[in-house]
């Protein structure tokens, strides 16, 4: 009996051989007769046959024997290229700093709750006032027109003028102080105290203590103005009805 390889080669091997040959057989044919269609047929087969081999060549570049993917670039970085690196984020951040400048912005964040707080001041003084027919608080009420008091939470009765000097407009005298914890609960959650500027503030609740860092004025037509004694601008933060 004769083996497969006596009748020239294994019968896959055949098959390979004589499909190999049948597909140029078959080429020939296309280019005797000159078919478009068939000539579209062969350039197809053609173009499938290089898109093979390119993918081939990639795979066998970038992927490794086990099928993960290589770097195809191993060299780190020198510390040359380290440091100018480092430079230029240095550079960069020292010109974001330069132009969001931090010191003014928590200025400017200082300056917004002074706003609110005055604001906030006369708000109460004036929605009593409303609730009350006209009349104001005991406390405001008694004020000598046109004189500056300290705004305290207490009853701080001598040293309301010790911080002048950080005042924009002066309190009048050492006992110029106007005490509104009356106004707290109903029309006020806290007496505001100013935020932290060139002296720490309090709620001036004993002698001796700095005061809120706000002042209140009546006017002899009965206008009160609530002002802040600290701006982080030149202009001063007021506000009257």
């Known amino acids: 009996m004769r083996t497969s390889t006596e009748h020239g080669g294994s019968w896959p091997g055949r098959k390979r051989a004589r499909g ?6 078959g080429v020939l044919g296309v280019l005797q007769s000159g078919s478009p269609r068939l000539w579209a047929y ?4 053609e173009r499938t046959v290089l898109w093979r081999w390119l993918w081939y060549t990639f795979s066998q570049v970038i992927f490794s024997s086990n099928g993960m993917i290589q770097p195809t670039n191993q060299r780190g970085f020198t510390l040359l290229e380290l440091l100018v690196v480092i430079a230029i984020v ?3 951040v020292a010109v974001v700093f330069v132009a969001l400048d931090p010191a003014q912005r928590f200025q400017q964040a200082r300056d917004a709750i002074r706003q609110n707080d005055v604001q906030e001041i006369l708000s109460a003084v004036k929605r009593y006032q409303v609730d009350h027919a006209g009349d104001d608080l005991a406390a405001v009420a008694a004020l000598t027109a046109g ?19 950080s005042c924009d407009t002066a309190v009048t005298g050492d006992s110029h102080c106007v005490d509104l914890s009356l106004l707290v609960d109903q029309y006020l959650d806290d007496v505001p105290i100013s935020p932290l500027g060139s002296v720490p503030w ?3 609740s004993a002698d ?6 706000y002042t209140l ?8 103005r609530v002002r802040a004694c600290e701006s982080g601008d030149a202009a001063e933060i007021s506000a009257a009805l």
């Open 20 to 25: 190999g040959n049948l597909y140029r057989a």
């Open 42 to 45: 062969v350039a197809c087969s």
């Open 90 to 92: 240095g550079i960069l």
């Open 147 to 165: 004189n500056i008091y300290m705004v305290v939470d207490g009853a701080m009765a001598l040293g309301c003028d010790d911080q002048n000097a």
């Open 202 to 204: 309090d709620d001036g």
């Open 208 to 213: 001796g203590e700095r005061g809120t860092g």
């Open 217 to 224: 004025e009546r006017d002899a037509n009965g206008t009160i």
